[in-house]
């Protein structure tokens, strides 16, 4: 779901040369986990948002696989804690008013973020198409056809949004971090087929999702005792972080989000 190449499974190629097994991981992509893990009816922090005029903004498109030179409708979208963001929309939809509509959408659904992911995006891209979600360098791509309406659908919108987030924020701090490659490497097991697939893009993002819902309490028993049995190590590196979660509420004994 990241925007960039997906580069070679290292470290996976690297475990099972010197004959250590990997377990079968408990998921295929954690964004399936449970609808729940951030729920859509926590408020958002969205306050509100102003159209700038048209501007060139460079953005990527999966369509075309490349990065490009748009003249994009220009909306700065503000949230309460302080941040804003610059949702930048594909000139394709063709009037400011037509263009408004996927940030009217969108920009509440960013609001239901936990601040360490919020405070590090400074743009939305947003195409047309039947594309991925993407999410890199501070940004994060948004395609609005049939597959966004899927997730839409199925109740995984937040969860989508939180994993793409994680690649536009902490994939850079953490991805190759020591501290993570000792976690990744003690834990010998990836929470889904999808990041032991992509073991040095993926993982972080992939175990960033259920960490959240073991924190906030909102995956079920049976998930909860998956999760803690494939990847213990990385949940204590995250919990380490003492990442802010706000706006989401954290029900975990003696835990609040400040």
């Not at 951030?38 to 005029?53: E, H």
């Not at 380490?240 to 979660?245: D, G, K, S």
Request: aromatic share 12%.
């Amino acid at each position: 779901m990241v925007c960039i190449r997906h580069f070679a499974g290292a470290l996976a190629l690297a475990l099972l040369a010197s004959g250590t097994a990997l377990a079968v991981p408990p998921y295929s992509g954690t964004i399936f986990i449970d609808a729940n893990i951030i729920s859509d009816q926590i408020p958002s922090t969205y306050v509100g948002r102003v159209y700038k005029g048209q501007g060139i903004r460079n953005m990527f498109d999966r369509r075309t696989g490349a990065y490009a030179d748009y003249n994009a409708y220009l909306f700065d979208v503000s949230y309460a804690d302080g941040f804003t963001i610059e949702f930048e929309v594909n000139p394709e939809w063709g009037s400011e008013a037509a263009a408004d509509v996927p940030v009217a959408f969108y920009a509440p659904v960013m609001g239901r973020l936990p601040r360490v992911q919020r405070q590090s995006i400074t743009k939305v891209w947003m195409h047309m198409g039947d594309q991925a979600f993407g999410g890199c360098c501070g940004a994060v791509l948004i395609h609005t056809g049939s597959l966004a309406q899927s997730y839409i659908d199925a109740g995984i919108l937040e969860e989508t949004l939180a994993h793409e987030s994680t690649h536009a924020t902490l994939d850079a701090t953490f991805a190759a971090a020591p501290g993570w490659l000792a976690a990744q490497a003690a834990d010998a097991e990836f929470i889904s087929t999808y990041a032991q697939d992509h073991p040095t893009t993926e993982d972080v993002a992939e175990s960033f999702v259920p960490w959240l819902g073991i924190t906030l309490g909102t995956v079920n028993a049976v998930d909860r005792a998956k999760i803690i049995a494939a990847i213990p190590n990385r949940l204590a590196f995250f919990d380490a972080q003492h990442f802010n979660l706000a706006p989401l509420r954290i029900f975990a004994d003696g835990f609040d989000t400040p």
